[in-house]
């Protein structure tokens, strides 16, 4: 009896733990959703940060593919620093409602996919943050708290902290030319008693969760500057420039479309695509994994897109015997699922895969996942130095006593200055 009592309270401890990972993460629930938006209004598919009691929005927008009108609700939740709840008391963190309704959707015109668009702004007069920190987004399908659509994180800064920051090589000889290595200094005004706790540092490289560098220790604490430049920390692989496609138009074949042809739906077969592993960097501007939803075809590029089958195909072997291939980007939240797997076919050693996505300029990569679950951004795409990164500096301050990691400074920081 025991033991099955045991039994039943560890398998609720882990059912409440996968949940609580899945809840706190770009993510969507439901098959029928697509193209999720998330930015800082001022500018489109920049990063979703806005200033504490400031002027600025975030935008937030998805697709649904059963088209007519459904009822969605959202809720937002804070978070601790590393994404976990911070168990704050929602009248703590939160002006206004708890929950309210998702008005504001038009329909798709004249597409084969029939679909309707949905969009929130965010603070407004219903909601609004009332502290800095990480925050988790809540979609619900049929305003049921239980039928969670989408989690999208956003983060809310209280800007007390000045970062400092500089991209250099790696400090080892043998990374130069394959690495580049991120020095910071968090400059502050307020009495840190303990900052190796107080303090959390977390680098990202072009916003990839799955790269970054969480917790990151000071090597020097000086009078008002927190130093961060030790010889083997916050190094990232350069990786190499995204690929990418354009599809603003079905009518002709734009840059990495091999072929085009319609059914049921539009179907769009991309250039075949070979490794990027040379020894030698080839330069070519990107948008560091981002994607702009355009179409030269219709007027709206919102309600006008419409949807094809996009067929990836990468021509090379598996780089270990078991793991998969994944299409990589912002388009789908730097997801590693099913939907963006690759199936390889032996017999002409190549992966293929069909992704529907929205008309208009995508950023990819292709990743290797292996059968333990390390990522690989490289092993398809090389590493250099030369590429040009975007570098994202988040820091947070639990103030002795308090309740939650407030937000206290952030920088975005390039490797190559324009």
Known sequence: MKYKLLCCLFSVFYLYRAKAQTEYQNKIFKSYIKTVECYNSSKEQSLPVINLKSSETITFAFDDLRGGQKNYSYTIEHCTWDW???????????????????????????????????QLTFPNEQMKPKVGGNYILKIYDDNDPSKVAITQRFYVLNSTFNIGAEVVPATDVADRNSKQKINFSIFHQTAIN?????????????????TAIVNTKPSFVKPGTLVYNDINTNQFWAGNEFRKFDTRSFRYKAEHVADIYRDSTQNVILSIDLPNNSTRYSNQFDENGNFFIRNTDGRDNVTDSDYAYMLFTLAAPPPTPKGNVYVFGRFNNYALTADNMLTFESSRRRFYGNIKLKQGLYDFKYVWVDENGKFNDTVFEGSFFETENAYQIFAYYRRPGARYDDLVGFANVNSVKR
């Open 194 to 210: 303990n900052p190796y706790l107080e303090v959390k540092a977390v680098v990202m490289q072009n916003a990839i969760p799955q």
């Open 84 to 118: 976990k709840p911070s168990r704050m008391n929602l009248l703590d963190y939160l002006e206004g409602v708890q929950q309210d309704i998702l008005f504001n959707y038009r329909y798709s015109f004249n597409t084969l996919v029939k679909f309707t668009h949905y």
